[in-house]
């Protein structure tokens, strides 16, 4: 595989990755409640769909924002640690689409330039991307099932028995995000092995010919 191809590729996988987070982002479908209505006679619960910042309920999708800064005074302490890993997460996906966009600034020079100890510095820093994007979704699935426990704790079991909780697809985004950017790093890094493998075998080739 030849330099031009490696970082070609890389660029696609970077690019890619920017697009599936920001949609993640941007969409309502991190976690999915399908409640049955036809045996949930009590109303209690309505089918809904939320993402970082909404809530929507109801067939005729009202929703709601999630509220970072209200008075916690009255929260209990497992309501207050909820809320503060809602703020991480809401703080860690903007932040690693930020450095997606400079990274592919970045890593466009350092292609252009074939330059090893760019590339290299590039390399590691779509891995750290990767390492927050993951830390987002680990999060995230912590803090819906320590959510779900909560719940669970609050309400009889019975009245949860004909209610479906997933995670949906605006997840999975970000997880395929997650996946693209790793590549893109590892891409990276292979493409600066072989700018290292070019400059020994150019000084080589010049002595061999004199």
Same mark, same amino acid.
């Given at each position: 595989m030849n330099f031009g191809t490696v970082v070609i590729t890389a660029g696609l996988c970077g690019l890619l990755s920017f697009i599936l987070l920001a949609v993640s982002i941007g969409t309502e479908y991190w976690y999915i409640i399908d409640? %049955?209505?036809?045996?949930? *006679?009590?109303?209690?619960?309505?089918? +809904?769909? *939320?993402?970082?910042?909404?809530?929507?309920?109801?067939?005729?999708?009202?929703? @709601? %924002?999630?509220?970072?800064? +209200? %008075?916690? *005074?009255?929260?209990?302490?497992?309501?207050?640690?909820?809320?503060?890993?809602?703020?991480?997460?809401?703080?860690?996906?903007?932040?690693?689409?930020v450095l997606l966009v400079f990274g592919g600034i970045f890593g466009l020079v350092a292609s252009l330039a074939q330059s090893y100890t760019l590339l290299s510095c590039i390399a590691a820093y779509f891995l750290i991307c990767s390492v927050l994007t993951v830390s987002g979704v680990s999060i995230y699935i912590s803090y819906s099932q320590q959510a779900l426990e909560e719940l669970q704790h609050m309400?009889?079991?019975?009245? =949860?028995? @004909?209610?479906?909780?997933?995670?949906?697809? *605006? =997840?999975?985004?970000?997880?395929?995000?997650f996946s693209l950017e790793l590549f893109t790093g590892i891409l990276l890094m292979l493409a600066a092995n072989l700018t290292q493998r070019q400059c020994? @075998?150019?000084?080589?080739?010049v002595f061999s010919m004199s």
């Amino acid at each position: 595989m030849n330099f031009g191809t490696v970082v070609i590729t890389a660029g696609l996988c970077g690019l890619l990755s920017f697009i599936l987070l920001a949609v993640s982002i941007g969409t309502e479908y991190w976690y999915i409640i399908d409640v %049955d209505e036809e045996k949930n *006679s009590s109303l209690e619960y309505s089918s +809904s769909h *939320s993402g970082l910042w909404r809530i929507y309920e109801g067939p005729n999708g009202s929703f @709601h %924002d999630i509220s970072f800064y +209200s %008075d916690t *005074s009255n929260h209990t302490e497992q309501e207050k640690h909820l809320l503060n890993l809602h703020r991480v997460i809401v703080i860690l996906f903007p932040l690693s689409l930020v450095l997606l966009v400079f990274g592919g600034i970045f890593g466009l020079v350092a292609s252009l330039a074939q330059s090893y100890t760019l590339l290299s510095c590039i390399a590691a820093y779509f891995l750290i991307c990767s390492v927050l994007t993951v830390s987002g979704v680990s999060i995230y699935i912590s803090y819906s099932q320590q959510a779900l426990e909560e719940l669970q704790h609050m309400v009889s079991v019975e009245s =949860l028995a @004909h209610v479906h909780m997933s995670f949906g697809w *605006s =997840l999975l985004m970000a997880c395929l995000s997650f996946s693209l950017e790793l590549f893109t790093g590892i891409l990276l890094m292979l493409a600066a092995n072989l700018t290292q493998r070019q400059c020994q @075998h150019e000084p080589a080739a010049v002595f061999s010919m004199s």
